[in-house]
């Protein structure tokens, strides 16, 4: 059994990190910013007067002044990832999360699956919990010193009526494994993947 989390001299703590900064670039450029200027490709899935646009057509309506920027063309309506229909919630005037409908009890253990495919120095996995009902749910985790910016994404996406799944940010999991190989092979595999100590990670390692 593994108790895992982000924890560094007793504290539970988040850490920015930019590898491989180039100077010379645009800093609003970088991987998981927001650039305030149109430096980068326009998406493939807008539309304009109800016709798909290509990011090559979509550019030149900003450059030839019919739009004033990217933000006045919606998304295509046909696509699964969009919505038209923004939900909100009575009580607080905010946009209702479907965070809250996640029969997920973070005070309870996790069954250890498999790893999962995730980019380079991130390290994810699935794992299970039985929910109030007994019904198996199955729960994708990722170890990420930059999950921030996953949760700033998804805020953003939904804000403007894309469909995004559910994400959790789970700051501590105690996950259990079927033997002492599974459980070790899971911890070698944090370092190979996230180029981080484990010690970086786990915060307790009992028997499996």
Same mark, same amino acid.
């Given at each position: 059994?593994?108790?895992?989390?982000?924890?560094?001299?007793?504290?539970?703590?988040?850490?920015?990190?930019?590898?491989?900064?180039?100077?010379?670039?645009? =800093? %609003?450029?970088?991987?998981?910013? $927001? !650039? &305030?200027?149109?430096? +980068?490709?326009?998406?493939?899935?807008?539309?304009?007067?109800?016709?798909?646009?290509?990011?090559?057509?979509?550019?030149?309506?900003?450059?030839?002044?019919?739009?004033?920027?990217?933000?006045?063309?919606?998304?295509?309506?046909?696509?699964?990832?969009?919505?038209?229909?923004?939900?909100?919630?009575?009580?607080?005037?905010? =946009? %209702?999360?479907?965070?809250?409908? $996640? !029969? &997920?009890?973070?005070? +309870?253990?996790?069954?250890?699956?498999?790893?999962?495919?995730?980019?380079?120095?991130?390290?994810?996995?699935?794992?299970?919990?039985?929910?109030?009902?007994?019904?198996?749910?199955?729960?994708?985790?990722?170890?990420?010193?930059?999950?921030?910016?996953?949760?700033?994404?998804?805020?953003?996406?939904?804000?403007?009526?894309?469909?995004?799944?559910?994400?959790?940010?789970? !700051?501590?999991?105690?996950?259990?494994?079927?033997?002492?190989?599974?459980?070790?092979?899971?911890?070698?595999?944090?370092?190979?993947?996230?180029?981080?100590?484990?010690?970086?990670?786990?915060?307790?390692?009992?028997?499996?």
């Amino acid at each position: 059994m593994l108790k895992i989390g982000y924890f560094l001299g007793g504290h539970l703590i988040l850490i920015l990190v930019f590898l491989n900064l180039v100077f010379a670039q645009n =800093l %609003s450029d970088l991987p998981g910013l $927001i !650039p &305030l200027t149109s430096i +980068r490709q326009a998406a493939s899935d807008l539309s304009y007067n109800g016709k798909l646009l290509s990011p090559d057509e979509a550019r030149s309506h900003v450059e030839s002044g019919k739009i004033k920027d990217l933000s006045m063309l919606d998304p295509d309506p046909t696509s699964i990832l969009w919505k038209t229909k923004v939900e909100w919630s009575e009580s607080d005037k905010t =946009l %209702s999360s479907p965070e809250k409908n $996640i !029969p &997920l009890d973070l005070n +309870r253990p996790f069954e250890f699956l498999e790893n999962s495919t995730e980019a380079v120095g991130r390290f994810g996995f699935a794992i299970s919990q039985k929910d109030s009902h007994g019904t198996l749910r199955v729960y994708r985790v990722r170890l990420d010193t930059r999950n921030h910016n996953v949760l700033l994404r998804r805020n953003l996406l939904r804000k403007i009526g894309y469909n995004v799944p559910a994400t959790v940010y789970a !700051p501590k999991l105690e996950i259990t494994f079927k033997g002492d190989y599974t459980r070790d092979s899971f911890i070698k595999d944090i370092t190979h993947y996230t180029f981080l100590e484990p010690e970086r990670w786990l915060t307790q390692k009992l028997p499996a």
